[in-house]
């Protein structure tokens, strides 16, 4: 594979893992594990959380296995 494809293969696994973040904190505050700001206790952002976290971890889970074809 070309370098320039590398690059924007990790970049897509950065992305994902930032949203796998982003979307751990969403539910925890979600299910007021997390607690200090007005999300906290809604359901809401608690399944928003878990739909970040799922697209965060395929992207990366395809990004890593569509790299390792190639």
Known sequence: ?????????????????????????????????????PMTGDPFWAVAGLVLIIGGTLMVALSLLRGSRA
């Open 1 to 37: 594979m070309n370098e320039g494809g590398g690059i924007v293969r990790w970049t897509i696994v950065v992305g994902g893992l930032l949203l796998d973040l982003l979307g751990t904190i969403w539910l925890l505050q979600g299910l007021n594990i997390l607690a200090g700001s």
